[in-house]
Antibody
Framework: VQLVESGGGLVQPGGSLGLSCAASGFTLSSYWMHWVRQAPGKGLVWVSRMNSDGSDIKYADTVKGRLTISRDNAKNTLYLQMSGLRAEDTAVYYC??????????WGRGTMVTVSS | DIVMTQSPLSLPVTPGEPASISCKSSQTLLQSDGHNYLAWYLQKPGQSPQFLIYLGSNRASGVPDRFSGSGSGTDFTLKISRVEAEDVGVYYCMQGLQIPITFGQGTRLEI
């Protein structure tokens, strides 16, 4: 059971970036999936959630309207499309599987840096 | 939003000695199913969070039995019976009851 994020990098303020989270060892569409981020030297902050059938999506107020969570069942991959990026979006982004009231599987994370 | 408050924020420990971290939530985490939706994680430097405890008191697979979680409602505790050098890092509690999921500020355990 594994999650592997990719797609991070350096982007200018106002720019866009797409993150991927490839799952192996389990079927993404059977679980609620989350994105959590961590700014350098700071704590963990929840970003977004998609339920198992994709019908219920939630976002943190700080990213609503700028970040979009989605999923490709055929590729067993979760995505986070980010636009209108700000300096305060700079963070390591983790995807995570939700089970028994907790995020039980975490990826290694991918770093997003928003800077000119 | 449910606010999670951890204490202490820094915890110096001696190997072999016990350690305890408190986590308080601003609302009850006890669901109608009888479970407390409280989890604990350890984040070592440069790594992603490691899953330790779920539903307040259940150890995740592979977690040593020196780690234990207790509490109910709004007050929870993570205990390490005998600290080992590999236990250093930042410990977080997390409520998984409602969106937004929220985390405590983190407790840095240092030898």
């Amino acid at each position: 059971v594994q999650l592997v994020e990719s797609g991070g990098g350096l982007v200018q303020p106002g720019g866009s970036l797409g993150l991927s989270c490839a799952a192996s060892g389990f079927t993404l569409s059977s679980y609620w999936m989350h994105w959590v981020r961590q700014a350098p030297g700071k704590g963990l902050v929840w970003v977004s959630r998609m339920n198992s059938d994709g019908s219920d999506i939630k976002y943190a107020d700080t990213v609503k309207g700028r970040l979009t969570i989605s999923r490709d069942n055929a590729k067993n991959t979760l995505y986070l499309q980010m636009s209108g990026l700000r300096a305060e979006d700079t963070a390591v982004y983790y995807c995570g599987r939700y089970s028994f009231g907790a995020i039980d599987v975490w990826g290694r994370g991918t770093m997003v840096t928003v800077s000119s | 939003d449910i606010v999670m408050t951890q204490s202490p924020l820094s915890l110096p420990v001696t190997p072999g000695e016990p350690a305890s971290i408190s986590c308080k939530s601003s609302q009850t985490l006890l669901q109608s199913d009888g479970h407390n939706y409280l989890a604990w994680y350890l984040q070592k430097p440069g790594q992603s969070p490691q899953f330790l405890i779920y539903l307040g008191s259940n150890r995740a697979s592979g977690v040593p039995d020196r780690f234990s979680g207790s509490g109910s409602g709004t007050d929870f505790t993570l205990k390490i019976s005998r600290v080992e050098a590999e236990d250093v890092g930042v410990y977080y509690c997390m409520q998984g009851l409602q969106i937004p999921i929220t985390f405590g500020q983190g407790t840095r355990l240092e030898i």
